[in-house]
């Protein structure tokens, strides 16, 4: 049956900073029918069941376009400390001793859960056990991208990159049909991965036509370390191994060289900006506004739970606009119109699915979610937009839809079990604390 969602306001991201007053979104099956005026709404689907969303601002579904979700156990584990020292000394331990694919299925559903109460309704995964992570998501009803990782060291999954990339691939073959899920060639990063296995990521690419997700110049230590090794800043090799493209998700993307962002924007690369991520392990603040500027295309990520220590996409947006006004020192670069869409249809064009999501537009997936605006902490209200970026946080959302299939209703999931989650959460924390 046809459904009309009638909020207060809808925000289809497209044209930018657009409010629509006294509208409403027909919703036929998993897509998205119309936006009309709501009398024409009603005048041309009279048997559409109506449903009214009072004080809510109705937009497209948050895209956390870089994490790793099954991390999410290991949130809390290994704090306050540098990038390579807690890799090295902390979480690569844990994982080498603790990683499995039951680990992997339970930490995913756990973000899974909190991406659904803090209005994700796609994300980009890179983790291990990419089929235990897509039977989560299968689980949870949202949409999900899964990384085929590569590395060339071995690790509890796999023992070198060929093995990394035949266990992915096959995943991939048993999944290709499942809904809502796509894939991405994931290659951890240029100083895990070598020339060669590059190369055949970079084929892999091109002929399957699949993103690929990597984190670079995450740190000033990445930079040196590359000079040392191989007489280059980690861009310019990728650029010389032909992995730069508009394939290419570049998460993090520090510390840059205006040089470096402007073969960016010359070759169509997106960039997942993780500033939480990057403030907490003290790795540095994206050049936000100097990549917008030149055209690149910039997605919000999350990274994993074990980093950040939450996977909440409005709060990083928030953190994300000030501070690039305060590095640049220029109020007005990153208007929150332009920001919303970062969170939106930016993660949407990395991942390549924006003919399918990121905005509200006809033929679109129905991937939406509600914000409460007529909340003292929201009010009152001048700006819808603004006051989503600004103002509002994940408390706010209330629902959620993933191809017209309501996940959250009033603060209320409708496929999760929550106590289970909880209960194998606790379950791994105490195993992690006493056995570690």
């Not at 071995?154 to 809502?180: C, I, T």
């Not at 000033?220 to 861009?235: D, F, N, T, Y």
Request: overall charge negative.
């Amino acid at each position: 049956m046809s459904r009309l969602l009638h909020p207060d306001w809808v925000i289809p991201i497209e044209p930018r900073g657009q409010v629509l007053n006294d509208h409403a979104v027909l919703i036929d099956g998993d897509r998205i029918a119309a936006i009309l005026p709501l009398t024409q709404a009603r005048a041309r689907h009279p048997d559409a069941e109506i449903e009214r969303l009072p004080g809510c601002a109705l937009l497209p579904g948050l895209v956390n376009a870089h994490t790793h979700a099954a991390m999410s156990l290991l949130r809390g584990f290994g704090d306050d400390v540098p990038l390579m020292r807690w890799l090295k000394d902390h979480i690569w331990p844990a994982e080498a001793r603790w990683v499995s694919e039951a680990f992997v299925e339970d930490g995913t559903r756990l973000a899974c859960c909190e991406f659904l109460f803090a209005g994700v309704t796609t994300f980009n995964d890179m983790y291990f056990f990419p089929e235990a992570a897509a039977h989560a998501v299968l689980e949870s009803g949202l949409r999900a991208t899964i990384g085929i990782v590569t590395l060339d060291f071995p690790s509890p999954y796999a023992s070198d990159a060929a093995d990394y990339l035949a266990k992915g691939f096959a995943a991939r073959d048993v999944l290709r049909d499942a809904p809502r899920l796509n894939f991405a060639l994931a290659p951890h990063a240029p100083y895990t991965v070598g020339d060669a296995t590059f190369s055949t990521v970079m084929t892999y690419a091109e002929e399957l036509d699949l993103p690929v997700h990597l984190h670079v110049h995450e740190t000033a230590h990445e930079i040196e370390q590359s000079l040392q090794h191989h007489g280059v800043r980690p861009i310019a090799r990728l650029a010389a191994l032909g992995v730069l493209g508009p394939r290419l998700i570049a998460v993090h993307s520090v510390h840059l060289t205006d040089e470096e962002i402007e073969l960016y924007a010359r070759h169509g690369v997106s960039v997942a900006h993780c500033p939480h991520s990057n403030l907490k392990l003290a790795s540095g603040i994206a050049p936000l506004a100097r990549l917008r500027a030149a055209g690149v295309n910039v997605a919000i990520g999350t990274d994993g739970a074990a980093s950040n220590n939450r996977l909440d996409v409005l709060g990083e947006l928030h953190t994300a606009t000030l501070l690039a006004k305060g590095s640049s020192g220029d109020a007005a670069v990153i208007p929150a119109a332009e920001a919303l869409e970062l969170a939106t249809l930016g993660g949407a064009r990395a991942l390549g699915l924006e003919s399918q999501i990121g905005s509200i537009a006809p033929g679109k997936q129905a991937d939406l979610i509600t914000v409460r605006l007529d909340e003292p902490d929201c009010l009152p209200v001048f700006d819808p937009i603004a006051q989503i970026v600004y103002s509002a946080g994940r408390a706010q959302v209330r629902d959620v839809w993933v191809a017209g299939e309501r996940l959250l209703a009033d603060r209320q999931p409708t496929r999760i079990e929550i106590d289970a989650i909880r209960h194998q959460a606790r379950h791994w924390g105490r195993r992690l604390r006493d056995e570690t």
